[in-house]
């Protein structure tokens, strides 16, 4: 798809970690989802989620998550106006296109839980109101990993609400180098044009959905997220939503990588960064072990047989 090159080049102009990062985020684009991304800080979390919202032309908002930040800080709080003598709602940062998120481990469980509703039905309720949000609606949340100071844990339904979970990791040496030379986040952030609309991105949507996924392929999903429930080392397997998540994003690679038909490597593709942050291991922390979790996926990839 042309509209998706333009919109990679575009990101790729200020964002020189793994190219495979970049599809991860278009691909929870296309497919209506949320993005989990994790990391050591300075990797780029945050140019990279900003690169995303500034290529296109939407309504965008960051919020800088604390310890002492409320539900109603995000979702937005009734004000009494004493000339007209009612209550009028003054949305918060949660009303937007595009919401970054930023070190969402940082601030309480209770106002972690305030993204839930908006993240699953893409509506928020204040007051006994529920409210539509925008579409399309998208939130980019990122984290440092758990075992740093001043951070809580994200529950295992919060989880299951991002369709990804990826990790940046550390660039290349010549992409460093170039980071350097550069000073991406600092001097051409700023300067990003838009290369999309959000009428762009609904139509994208609408393709993503028409992508062509042949009943053997459904086969091959079904036995690799089955095997996730009767493997020895997961105390908990892919959930139904997980199993429709991983079709989704798979329908969404394809379209990325400018297909109208899902092969079988999309979806082993997509398996790791879709199903490690929804299964739980036998040996699980509290916030379940992510590492054991994609070892396990990998082992289960080399056993599902995949259709020719």
């Known amino acids: 798809m042309q509209r998706l090159s333009k919109l990679r080049a575009n990101m790729e102009t200020v964002f020189f970690g793994r190219r495979e990062v ?73 009303f937007a296109h595009v919401v970054l998120a930023d070190e969402v481990n940082r601030t309480t469980p209770r106002t972690q839980s305030s993204l839930l509703e908006a993240m699953n039905d893409g509506s928020v309720t204040v007051d006994g109101n529920t409210m539509k949000l925008p579409h399309p609606f998208m939130v980019i949340a990122t984290q440092n990993p758990f075992e740093f100071e001043g951070t809580y844990l994200l529950p295992e339904n919060q ?29 051409k952030l700023e300067h990003l044009d838009p290369v999309m609309t959000t009428e ?11 992508v062509k996924v042949d009943n053997s392929l459904m086969d091959f999903l079904m036995d690799v997220i089955i095997a996730t429930r009767e493997h020895e080392q997961l105390h908990v397997g892919v959930s139904p939503r997980g199993s429709l998540a991983l079709m989704q994003a798979s329908q ?33 922390l509290s916030n379940g072990d992510i590492h054991t979790a994609r070892h396990v ?8 047989p995949s259709p020719v």
């Open 22 to 94: 970049v599809t991860d985020i278009l691909v929870c684009l296309v497919a209506r989802g949320h993005v989990l991304i994790e990391d050591v800080p300075g990797v780029g979390k945050t140019v990279l989620a900003r690169a995303l919202a500034r290529s296109i032309s939407c309504d965008f908002n960051r919020i800088q998550l604390t310890p002492d930040m409320l539900p109603s800080d995000i979702l937005g709080v009734s004000i009494f106006n004493q000339e007209r003598q009612t209550f009028e709602f003054k949305p918060g940062p949660i």
């Open 159 to 187: 989880l299951d609400r991002f369709l990804l979970r990826v990790s940046l990791g550390y660039p290349e040496r010549d992409r460093e180098k170039e980071i350097l030379r550069q000073q991406p986040g600092r001097y």
């Open 200 to 210: 762009d991105v609904l139509a994208l949507q609408g393709q993503a959905a028409q």
């Open 252 to 284: 969404a690679l394809a379209l990325v990588e400018g297909r109208d038909y899902v092969t079988p490597d999309d979806i082993k593709r997509m398996v790791v960064p879709v199903c490690a942050h929804r299964v739980i291991t036998r040996n699980h």
């Open 297 to 304: 996926l990998e082992q289960i990839l080399a056993r599902v």
